[in-house]
């Protein structure tokens, strides 16, 4: 959300600014979930004595982390396009504004003055040679 947040204060339409976030956080979320589930599968898979707690807890967490991945892949950009959607459209009717046409302007450019006097091709460290009388 925060990604896509980002990408809207940037001038992304809602869809493009969902999608770039969706497309920046996919990697992180996967290797985080996966390397997580190759850890907690040993638990599913348990024998031994004790085995039966950690087949719940193990097939507890699993299971957890799984849907809670499916859904931060999948339902969190699609909930967060229908909410600032909507927030969007009954912020705009209580105001009267209407809806950027355009994306808001870039950085401004700097532009460089002239200096005010010639620089000097001398450095304090440098040594110039003395007039010579002839």
């Keep these: 959300v925060e990604f896509a ?5 940037e ?3 809602l869809v493009d600014a969902a999608l770039k976030a ?11 979930a996966i390397s ?7 638990l599913v898979i348990a024998s031994g004595a004790g ?15 799984l849907v809670a991945t499916i859904l931060s892949l ?19 009717r209580g105001s009267g504004s209407e809806p950027p046409s355009e ?9 460089a003055q002239k200096p005010t006097e010639e620089p000097s091709l001398t450095t304090p ?4 040679p003395e007039p010579t009388s002839e």
Excluded at 5 to 9: L, P, W
Excluded at 51 to 65: I, M, P, V, Y
């Design 103 to 111: 994306p808001p302007p870039a950085e401004p450019e700097i532009i």
């Design 36 to 42: 997580s589930l190759v850890g907690f599968f040993p």
């Design 11 to 13: 001038g992304y339409k």
């Design 51 to 65: 085995a039966a707690a950690r087949w719940s807890l193990g097939t507890a967490l699993f299971g957890g982390l």
């Design 22 to 32: 969706a497309k920046e956080r996919f990697r992180p979320i996967v290797m985080t």
């Design 125 to 128: 460290f440098s040594v110039e």
């Design 74 to 92: 999948l339902i969190v950009p699609v909930l967060y396009i229908l909410i600032k959607g909507l927030a969007d459209r009954l912020l705009q």
């Design 5 to 9: 947040n980002q990408a809207r204060a």
